[in-house]
């Protein structure tokens, strides 16, 4: 997430020097924190990108004393714009969707906050149990878990606003607290038929504070069992052409998961994330009008979600 800190224009790079030491930078940057800045230029006067980072950069360690570049160097990103110039903060650090505590991945791993987003576009409130038959590093059920625990996302990680000179640790302490988790009675089951898949998954949930309401075994979709309890949330991100295998085989794949879940799942929602539409409907499922597609690794991939089956 970036944060603007200023703007002004500039037509040529003793101008850009000029008003860039003029940024009160002290009021953002912290003079023991290194700075990395990181320019672009389109449609502009100044063209060459490298020249215009070496001035900011250049105006910021003369000005402000903070050292330049190096491991956790917080990024300054100026972008040059029609000779406008913007000068934005990244606050985040590593992107968002690393929340500090799933290193493993799989194959083709969901981003979780794809996964987040995608549970709450079904709707999800943590009050139901969550299922997925192909789960991979377990990122569907892990996050519906840490949903329904009321475990605040990205609580393992640092971001880079910490060590900004507008971070107030008492306030983000106090932010970080609460809510504290809740126990639920709830069971997330994940399901693949790779065996490293599911041991990455249980490592990740345990990880993210979530192995005791949350299990994962290595079965494939046609050993599918409704578990115990009440219905909930079928979640699935089965293997798409573009990505892993091939587009013909996987037409039977998706038919045999569409066939058992509406034999094993009656009463559970099905969210189904893919980037090939004609593969979501060889499943057969009832599906309501696909949502907007969502751009994810390089392709697009669209949530398709039913009613109670
Ligand atoms: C796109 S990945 C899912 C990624 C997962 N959402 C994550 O975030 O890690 C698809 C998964 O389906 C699994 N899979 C493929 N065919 C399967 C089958 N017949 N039964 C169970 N799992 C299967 C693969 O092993 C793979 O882990």
């Excluded at 020097?17 to 009021?27: N, P, T």
């Excluded at 569907?140 to 840490?146: K, L, Y």
């Excluded at 587009?247 to 998961?257: I, P, V």
Aim: a positive charge; hydrophobic letters at 45%; proline letters at 7%.
């Amino acid at each position: 997430m970036l944060a603007r800190i200023g703007e002004f224009r500039a037509v040529h790079l003793a101008q850009l020097d000029k008003r860039a030491r003029k940024i009160d930078w002290g009021a953002v940057l912290r003079a023991d924190v290194p700075v990395k800045v990181e320019a672009t230029c389109r449609r502009s006067k100044i063209y060459h990108a490298g020249a215009a980072t070496q001035r900011i950069a250049r105006a910021i360690t003369e000005e402000l004393g903070a050292p330049e570049g190096g491991e956790g160097a917080v990024r300054v990103m100026a972008r040059i714009e029609d000779d406008l110039v913007t000068l934005s903060v990244d606050t985040s650090g590593a992107p968002l969707h690393r929340r500090g505590h799933s290193p493993a991945t799989g194959k083709a791993p969901l981003r979780e906050t794809l996964a987040a987003l995608f549970l709450r576009r079904c709707g999800y409130d943590g009050s139901e149990p969550v299922l997925d038959p192909m789960c991979g590093a377990g990122t569907f059920p892990i996050e519906a878990a840490e949903i329904a625990r009321g475990l605040a996302p990205g609580r393992a990680r640092r971001f880079a606003f910490e060590d900004l000179a507008t971070f107030d640790p008492e306030a983000w302490q106090a932010m970080r607290a609460i809510p504290s988790p809740r126990d639920t009675a709830l069971r997330f089951h994940g399901f693949d038929r790779d065996a490293g898949a599911v041991r990455m998954a249980a490592d990740n949930a345990a990880r993210a504070g979530v192995a005791g309401c949350t299990a994962f075994a290595c079965q494939p979709i046609s050993a599918l069992t409704r578990p115990e309890g009440p219905p909930g949330l079928v979640m699935v991100n089965p293997p798409y052409g573009a990505r892993i295998g091939n587009r013909k085989a996987l037409f039977g794949l998706y038919g045999s998961l569409g066939e058992v879940l509406m034999r094993e799942m009656r009463g559970w929602r099905v969210g189904l994330v893919t980037s090939d539409g004609g593969l979501a409907r060889a499943t057969g499922l009832p599906f309501l009008p696909a949502e907007a597609p969502v751009a994810h690794g390089g392709l697009k991939v669209t949530l398709w979600r039913t009613d109670p089956l």
